[in-house]
């Protein structure tokens, strides 16, 4: 286990409400991941953080927005679900810049009814 | 844009085959991983790939990567029912000072008795 925590794990919300999912590291790893995965597409990445306070976008950034203001935290928020973002979310961390892998968190299920 | 394409996307195959997944890449990198899911779990990494030429071997599973090809293999000797999964390939196209990954759709594979 990396040391990687997702909360909520399933969530049950409705569309045009705010919602915020937290992925806590006890690793002190750097880099920080928030990805989707729907079937048929794999995993994409929505936002990624290299450090406190710097991020940046992924593929399929358009309605989330991320904040990281310590390193063990890393927020992603949906302003306004939609049921386009009905997904499995999950958290990645790595610290070395890609020798070693990314470690995942167990994933956090939101359904946007 | 980098486009990571594994195929099959689907493989039954029976207990005792051999068998290898094939992933292409767009564009040129020379990092490469393979991650293996079971339903309904998280991610877990199987091997890193880090330079052309990279073998990498654990149990009924070899990994290999051919930068110049853009090609990454994994094969499977003398399958078992337990290596049934999805397995996903995953290309680093960050570069600099950020590493972040894209993923291929993955290769639902069961094994059968």
């Known amino acids: 286990d990396a040391g990687i925590t997702q909360s909520p794990r399933h969530k049950v919300t409705e569309t045009g409400t705010p919602v915020t999912l937290r992925c806590h590291q006890t690793?002190?790893?750097?880099?920080m991941y928030w990805y989707r995965q729907d079937p048929g597409h794999g995993l994409r990445l929505i936002h990624y953080?290299?450090?406190?306070?710097?991020?940046d976008k992924g593929e399929v950034s358009d309605g989330y927005s991320v904040s990281r203001s310590k390193t063990e935290d890393f927020l992603l928020t949906l302003e306004s679900a939609t049921s386009s973002q009905t997904s499995v979310y999950f958290c990645?961390?790595?610290?070395?810049?890609?020798?070693?892998?990314?470690?995942f968190g167990d994933g956090t299920r939101l359904s946007i009814l | 844009e980098l486009k990571v394409e594994q195929n099959p996307l689907f493989l039954s195959m029976q207990e005792g085959k051999n068998y290898t997944i094939y992933c292409n890449y767009s564009?040129?990198?020379?990092?490469l991983y393979w991650y293996r899911q079971d339903p309904g779990k998280s991610l877990e990494s199987l091997f890193v790939?880090?330079?052309?030429?990279a073998v990498k071997q654990e149990g009924r599973l070899m990994a290999s990567l051919d930068t110049k090809a853009r090609l990454s293999t994994l094969h499977i000797t003398a399958a078992v029912h337990d290596l049934s999964a999805t397995y996903f390939c995953?290309?680093?196209?960050?570069?600099?000072?950020?590493?972040?990954?894209?993923f291929g759709k993955g290769t639902l594979l069961t094994v059968n008795p």
């Open positions: 564009t040129t990198s020379d990092r």
């Open positions: 690793e002190n790893h750097r880099y």
């Open positions: 953080s290299y450090g406190v306070k710097d991020t």
């Open positions: 995953a290309v680093d196209i960050g570069g600099g000072s950020n590493y972040k990954l894209t």
């Open positions: 790939l880090l330079s052309n030429g």
């Open positions: 990645a961390i790595n610290h070395d810049r890609g020798l070693s892998p990314q470690h």
